[in-house]
């Protein structure tokens, strides 16, 4: 197993594209409660998990419930794609409000590998999924910059499937 190491109190960012296995590793590693998903924001706020209109109160609901967390010093994993800068600057500064470290997990994977499973997946359209892995690669390399004190790189299906993670205090 390769040890992500995380502050046992930590605001943990997933980072990637659609189809890059933030869900599943999110269901792997954590549990239900402490992961907030915009999906399932956004089906609370509208009905429907794809109703991207409904994106910006689905996020201010999932921030509200992270705030409440962290004042109890829970920690929280946010899944959602965070592959642009001012996505990920609302993480950090809701993190820094509570005094909590912002962590980042990257999901990085081959194009060929997300784009197969997007065929069953989400269907998403090949410019979107092109536009996406194109935000993620001009992301990774800013992350630590923007205030995450720890950003765990997973390139490959094989380090998605060794990785665990390890509490620190
Ligand atoms: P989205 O941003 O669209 O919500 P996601 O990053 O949450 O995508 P998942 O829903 O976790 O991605 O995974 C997408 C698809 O890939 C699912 O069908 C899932 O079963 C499959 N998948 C995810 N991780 C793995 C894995 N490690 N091995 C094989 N298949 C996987
Ligand atoms: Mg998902």
């Known amino acids: 197993m390769t ?3 995380i502050p046992d109190l930590s605001l943990v960012a997933l ?11 999110a269901r ?20 429907d998990e794809n109703d991207q209109s409904a994106t910006p109160d ?3 609901a999932l921030y509200y419930v992270a705030d409440k967390r962290l004042r109890a010093g ?11 800068r001012e996505d990920r600057a609302k993480l950090v ?22 784009r197969r499973r997007n065929a069953e997946h989400r269907a998403l359209p090949g410019h979107v999924l092109r536009r996406q892995q194109e935000a993620l690669r001009r992301s990774v390399r ?15 299906v094989d380090d998605v499937a060794a990785a665990g993670i390890e509490y620190e205090k």
């Not at 980072?15 to 590793?25: A, Y």
Request: hydrophobic fraction near 50%; charged fraction near 20%; charge should be positive.
């Open 58 to 60: 689905a996020f201010d």
């Open 93 to 114: 500064a809701a993190a820094r409000a509570r005094d909590v470290l912002p962590v980042a997990i990257v999901f990085d994977l081959p194009e060929a590998v997300t």
């Open 15 to 25: 980072v990637g594209v659609s189809g890059s296995g933030k869900s599943t590793f």
């Open 142 to 156: 800013h992350l630590a910059k923007e205030g995450f004190r720890k950003v765990h790189v997973l390139s490959t």
């Open 28 to 47: 792997t590693h954590f549990a239900p409660t402490q992961v907030l998903s915009s999906d399932r924001f956004r089906g609370l706020v509208a009905d």
């Open 3 to 5: 040890k992500l190491a």
């Open 74 to 84: 829970r920690l929280t994993v946010v899944d959602a794609m965070h592959l642009h």
